[in-house]
């Protein structure tokens, strides 16, 4: 994950939880500078370590070269203030807690401190950028770019601009995105939950309704989605593996043996839209018993896992 220096943006992040360590430790895979900044000091202080080990587990797991590793954490410095930390920067990624009130509030400071040149991006998974910038006079240069959970590691990055955001500005995001070596791809406009958020809630809606219903346990479920749709969803996607699934008929052919199925199956899936809060309890203690206390190592599994695919899906694409 190299670029060349003159085109490396100084980046800032505000909001030093697990997506903006996320984001910290992608710019130190790439060598780029970066400042951080969080309202609570003990969190950010923490922050330093797990974003140090996170941007070495890319060199273990084959993801960066150790060498530009190094060189992006020694560039890595901790703000004072939003002054100090975003006043020279050229992408300011906002990283805090999904609340809007919050995010307004600091898109509102952000547009007094930062350079007029400078683009401000919301990791928001499902906020609208135009409801979040709405008070900020930097709105052209405010967009989404909401990644995926770790950052560093899934390429994926949702690019959601705004009623008032400018066209060069989401292509500067796209070029920058690129250079980290992550694939963005961008809404026509924007929808609650963007788009993987949508998807990802009405597959887990499903998933929670067979467990607290008894048709299977959680590790089971989990199995069904990774090694059946997730698999080929990995490789495909839905709507190419539905087309690719009934041979040289394509969807068309697909659609004509199997939509009446699929429309049983959909009028016979989950419609709730709220957990009670004895289903949230019974969720969390199945979940809970399922995995166990030992987090730490099964992240690392994830991890290897992420990595394995994403390296396969490379070398496959490049044959």
Known sequence: ?????????????????????????????????????????????????????????????????????????????????????CSDADWVIESVQEDLHAKQRLFENLGQVVRPEAIITSSSSGLPISEIAAHTRHQPRCLVAHPLNPPELIPLVEVVPGKFTAAPAVETVREWLRALNRIPIVLKREVPGNAVGRIAAAVWRECIDLVLSGVMDVDDIDRAVSLGPGLGW??????????????????????????????????????????????VQ??????????????????????????????????????
């Open 1 to 85: 994950m190299t670029t060349p220096e003159a085109a490396a943006p100084r980046v800032a992040i505000v909001g030093t939880g697990t997506i903006g360590r996320g984001w910290a430790a992608l710019c130190a895979s790439a060598g780029w500078h970066c400042a951080l900044f969080d309202t609570d000091t003990m969190v950010a202080d923490r922050a330093a370590g797990e974003i140090e080990r996170r941007a070495r587990a890319l060199v273990a797991l084959g993801r960066a070269p150790a060498e530009t590793v190094e060189q992006g954490l020694l560039r890595i410095r901790l703000g004072r203030s939003l002054l100090h930390t």
């Open 234 to 279: 990995a490789a495909a996607g839905p709507h190419l593996t539905y087309h690719l699934g009934a041979g040289d008929g394509g969807v068309k052919a697909f659609l004509e043996q199997l939509l009446v199925p699929f429309e049983a199956w959909w009028g016979s899936l989950a419609q709730w839209t709220k957990l009670e809060p004895e289903q």
């Open 282 to 319: 019974a969720l969390t203690g199945q979940i809970e018993r399922a995995y166990g206390a030992k987090l730490d190592a099964i992240r690392e599994a994830r991890d290897r896992r992420l990595a394995a695919l994403l390296q396969a899906l490379e070398r496959s694409r490049k044959t």
